[in-house]
């Protein structure tokens, strides 16, 4: 299994960017993905998670980025994306792409997801 992210950048407050997750070797379907992050010294938290399956509606935001972010899929490519926009500096971080395949659904706890990319940087500044 591979994940492997892209997008991450530096940007200016109330600025946009797309983050994509491209993700390979998981035979199991569907299966779970979702955006989380990490700040040095401080817990992962979720950014956004959804089922990889287009008909799936029931995406789960982070109350943080509610409204300002949305989680896609191309299943033709298996990429999964993040769409950050309005960013504040509190949104500066390392973004990780990561999914399990193990629940019927998707788990809250970044501990149940197996499978992890390898982050990228997110920074936020003037």
């Known amino acids: 299994v591979e994940l492997v992210e892209s997008g991450g950048r530096s940007v200016q407050p109330g600025g946009s960017l797309r983050l994509s997750c491209v993700v390979s070797?998981?035979?199991?379907?569907?299966?779970?993905v979702g955006w989380l992050r990490q700040v040095p010294g401080e817990q992962r938290e979720t950014v956004a998670r959804?089922?990889?399956?287009?008909?799936?509606?029931?995406?789960y935001y982070h109350d943080s980025v509610k409204g300002r972010s949305s989680i896609s899929l191309d299943e033709s490519t298996n990429t999964l994306n993040l769409q950050l926009d309005r960013l504040q500096p509190e949104d500066a971080a390392v973004y990780y792409c990561?999914?399990?395949?193990?629940?019927?659904?998707?788990?809250?706890?970044?501990?149940?997801?197996?499978?992890w990319g390898q982050g990228t940087q997110v920074t936020v500044a003037s």
């Open positions: 990561a999914a399990t395949s193990k629940y019927f659904g998707c788990p809250p706890d970044s501990a149940s997801y197996p499978y």
């Open positions: 070797g998981i035979d199991h379907r569907p299966y779970c």
């Open positions: 959804r089922l990889h399956t287009s008909t799936y509606k029931n995406m």
